[in-house]
């Protein structure tokens, strides 16, 4: 296997962990702004996507999913239980498991969210060719596949 760093040349500012997280942070703000009309943050739209697109339907599942404590996300699932966007409901397999879904408000609103979460992309990915970003979207999976 073949370094890519060494710890002599490592400059810890302009290494890829510090970028991504650089990246992150500026897109998670962005989308913030861009989600405010609809009163949903950015951290809650990553949980209705999860459940929009088939992702884990439990509060465990989300928590391992996207790294959440899982304390923030029952909060979480309760805030947007209160905007009526998403509801819990108990397994009829098992009454120990309880599953989310969105509500029907919470359909309607997703494709508002995805809109707005997609300019934002495209705000940020100015100069980049789709070549481009399916090159970096595999790099990323690559990465991700060495965890």
Do not use: W
Not at 82 to 107: A, F, H, Q, Y
Not at 127 to 138: F, H, I, N, P, S
């Amino acid at each position: 296997m073949a370094r890519i760093y060494d710890p002599k040349s490592y400059d810890p500012l302009n290494g890829i962990g510090r970028l991504l997280s650089q990246v992150r942070g500026v897109l998670f703000e962005a989308l913030e702004q861009e989600l405010q009309p609809f009163d949903i943050t950015a951290a809650q739209y990553v949980i209705i996507v999860q459940i929009a697109n088939g992702g884990p339907v439990s509060a465990s599942g989300l928590c391992k999913d996207i790294s959440y404590d899982p304390g923030a996300m029952t909060r979480m699932i309760d805030r947007l239980e209160r905007k009526d966007l998403i509801r819990r409901v108990r397994s009829l397999e098992d009454r120990r498991t309880v599953r989310l879904e969105l509500t029907p408000d919470g359909k309607a609103v997703y494709p508002k969210l995805l809109k707005s979460a997609v300019a934002v992309m495209n705000r940020h990915l100015r100069g980049l060719t789709k070549a481009d970003v399916k090159q970096l979207e595999r790099y990323l999976i690559r990465i991700l596949e060495n965890a």
